[in-house]
């Protein structure tokens, strides 16, 4: 059923002939992204530029991706107050890979996509679903906002939609992201939706896909243009003592920013 590749920490990867299929598989962490996760996502991604026509990302079965990792946050915080933050650079770079590579890629989304996993979600070419799978932006809660993930989800989804997702920060169902444009196609049997998109995606060649993937980037550069503000945005708001003192708190007690100690 194909080669897997070498090791990884936080994903399990395999190829199938020219399709790649990329697994987030931080179980512990409900697939919270941490700097291990990006590193390794960037270099599987790389690999796949010259080995891969389709890349299929998923994550677990109940948790696709949950966005930040609070507990990294919080060690950082208690080590040096947060102070400096860290570089959103590799992880916008890393959806913009998905969005623009020479690949065409799919999310295969189970359980829920919260946060930064909305990122992962919007950037890709086409997104099949779960149908209990949920998708939601929660960071205003804690004083954040989803700076990075925005330009990737208007893009796809349209202003309205994305503003409506940061301030409500609730879950929304397969069935209504799909109805908004975020999601392509939901089904109760998401792995039988998969092979049917694969059944197709493997009669296109690899050298037509990325001329189209090129042309396409080429058309629109708001992905490109809207960088240095949404590295700019998300590092204040999390170089923020209020926020970080929040985050660790909730790490630690689990108690959202309004409620009382």
Not at 86 to 104: R, T
């Amino acid at each position: 059923m194909g080669v897997l590749t070498s090791s990884y920490d936080t994903l399990r990867v395999r190829f199938d002939d020219d399709i790649c299929f990329v697994q987030m598989h931080r179980p512990d962490s409900g697939n919270a992204i941490d700097n291990r996760l990006i590193d390794e996502l960037g270099h599987a991604l790389g690999a796949c530029v010259g080995h891969a026509k389709v890349v299929v990302l998923e994550g677990l079965p109940e948790a696709f991706c949950s966005g930040a990792d609070f507990k990294q946050i919080q060690t950082r915080f208690d080590a040096d107050g947060g102070q400096g933050g860290q570089d959103p650079g590799p992880l916008y770079d890393l959806w913009h890979q998905l969005a623009c590579g020479p690949f065409v890629t799919v999310a295969h989304v189970r359980g829920r996509a919260n946060a930064g996993g909305i990122g992962f979600v919007a950037a890709c070419d086409i997104v099949l679903s779960d149908s209990k799978a949920v998708y939601s932006l929660s960071e205003l809660l804690f004083g954040l906002m989803p700076a990075c993930v925005l330009p990737f989800l208007i893009r796809r989804v349209g202003f309205a939609k994305a503003n409506y997702m940061t301030l409500m920060t609730q879950p929304v169902s397969a069935a209504q992201a799909m109805e908004w444009g975020l999601v392509d196609a939901c089904d109760d049997n998401s792995d039988n939706l998969v092979r049917k998109h694969l059944l197709r995606l493997r009669r296109l060649g690899k050298d037509g896909i990325a001329r189209y993937k090129r042309y396409c980037a080429g058309l629109d550069d708001t992905l490109a243009a809207a960088r240095p503000k949404a590295l700019a945005a998300n590092l204040d708001v999390f170089t923020d003592p209020g926020n970080l003192h929040a985050i660790a708190r909730y790490v630690r007690t689990g108690k959202f920013p309004w409620e009382a100690d």
